[in-house]
């Protein structure tokens, strides 16, 4: 009987994590299909690569907000509620069932997961993450040195369920950046630039 909460907030969560809002933004800037250039997926990094920062700022800030809104409204119902809300709401960006299961990489709304679930490691992870994309230009780098850092600071903290939550969100993150640290490895990785317009930032 207690299970239904679980399974009816999770599976809320995901629809509202599926929302492709990169792609929406583009279509109402009239930008290139996000999953026809740069890296082919519908995250802010790639509606970057268009030159609009605006777009993808946006596209940022919604899909940062798909992480944080369910989880804020799940705390409501506890802990255990916002733990199983956190992993269908990135399950949802990076699995989106309206585009066949094919999504963003989970950043964004993994770090607003994580605001919304413990706030002082999910600001820590957001500063990590804009340190090292300023730094070295790569934000796959950022990414994947920021999301796997979580297990260490859940460890680190004491809080057993924000170890168990960053391990899988940096499993999947992680996953989904193969053909980056591919491309990484081969020198062929297109960095990210905050002044100026490129099309191939």
């Not at 804009?130 to 920021?146: D, G, H, L, V």
Request: with cysteine; proline share 4%.
């Amino acid at each position: 009987m207690f299970v239904w909460p679980f399974i009816i907030g999770a599976f809320l969560a995901y629809l509202v994590g599926s929302v492709p809002f990169g792609l929406i933004i583009s279509k109402i800037f009239n930008l290139p299909d996000p999953r026809k250039i740069g890296s082919k997926n519908i995250g802010a990094t790639n509606v970057l690569r268009s030159g609009n920062k605006i777009a993808a700022g946006i596209t940022l800030l919604f899909d940062f907000s798909k992480g944080i809104g369910p989880v804020f409204a799940a705390m409501e119902f506890g802990l255990d509620m916002a733990f199983y809300v956190s992993i269908a709401a990135v399950l949802g960006h990076i699995f989106p069932f309206w585009l066949k299961f094919r999504g963003g990489k989970g950043v964004a709304t993994g770090i607003g997961v994580l605001i919304g679930f413990y706030w002082p490691i999910g600001l820590l992870i957001c500063c990590v993450w804009i340190i090292i994309a300023i730094t070295t230009k790569f934000s796959s780098i950022a990414a994947i040195i920021a999301i796997s850092s979580i297990p260490l600071l859940g460890w680190c903290w004491g809080d057993s369920l924000v170890i168990w939550l960053g391990l899988f969100i940096s499993v999947l993150v992680i996953a989904k950046h193969k053909a980056n640290i591919k491309r990484l490895f081969s020198g062929q990785e297109p960095k990210i630039s905050f002044l100026k317009n490129k099309n191939n930032v």
